[in-house]
C-alpha cells in the first residue's frame, strides 16, 4: 500500500508563512511527477505546483513569486513553501504523486488527505 501524508498547514495572518510537507511511504518504485492542488469552499480543485522527478517546477500564475515548490527524492518528501500568503489562498491543500508500486509496471496517481490552509486576520 502507499500513503502520502500532508503535514504543515494551519491558521496564519495575511502576509505570512508556512511550508507544507507531503510524505510518500509504502511499497515504492519509483515517483514521477508530485503535485499541490487546493480546494475552496464552493470551488474546483485546482492545481497549484508541480516537480518532476528531475526537479522541474511549473506553478499556478496566482502562486507564481510566493510560494516554492521542492523536493527530496531520498525521502520521498515534497514540499511547499508559501509566503506573502492571502486571504484568497485559504483551501485544503492536497499532495499527488505519479508512481509505480514495487512488482508493478503500472504507474499510478495517489492522493493525500488535505491539510487546511487558512489565511486570516
Known amino acids: 500500500q502507499v500513503q502520502l501524508v500532508e503535514s504543515g498547514g494551519g491558521l496564519v495572518q495575511p502576509g505570512g508563512s508556512l511550508m507544507l510537507s507531503c510524505a510518500a511511504s509504502g511499497s515504492i518504485f519509483r515517483i514521477y511527477t508530485m503535485g499541490w492542488y487546493r480546494q475552496a469552499p464552493g470551488k474546483q480543485r485546482e492545481l497549484v505546483a508541480t516537480?518532476?522527478?528531475?526537479?522541474?517546477?511549473d506553478s499556478a500564475d496566482s502562486v507564481k513569486g510566493r510560494y516554492t515548490i521542492s523536493r527530496d527524492n531520498a525521502l520521498n518528501t515534497m514540499y511547499m513553501q508559501m509566503n506573502s500568503l492571502k486571504p484568497e489562498d485559504t483551501a485544503v491543500y492536497y499532495c499527488?504523486?505519479?508512481?509505480?508500486?514495487?512488482?508493478?509496471?503500472?504507474?499510478?496517481?495517489?492522493w493525500g488527505q488535505g491539510t487546511q490552509v487558512t489565511v486570516s486576520s
Open positions: 499527488n504523486a505519479d508512481l509505480i508500486v514495487l512488482d508493478s509496471n503500472i504507474r499510478q496517481t495517489y
Open positions: 516537480i518532476t522527478n528531475g526537479g522541474v517546477t
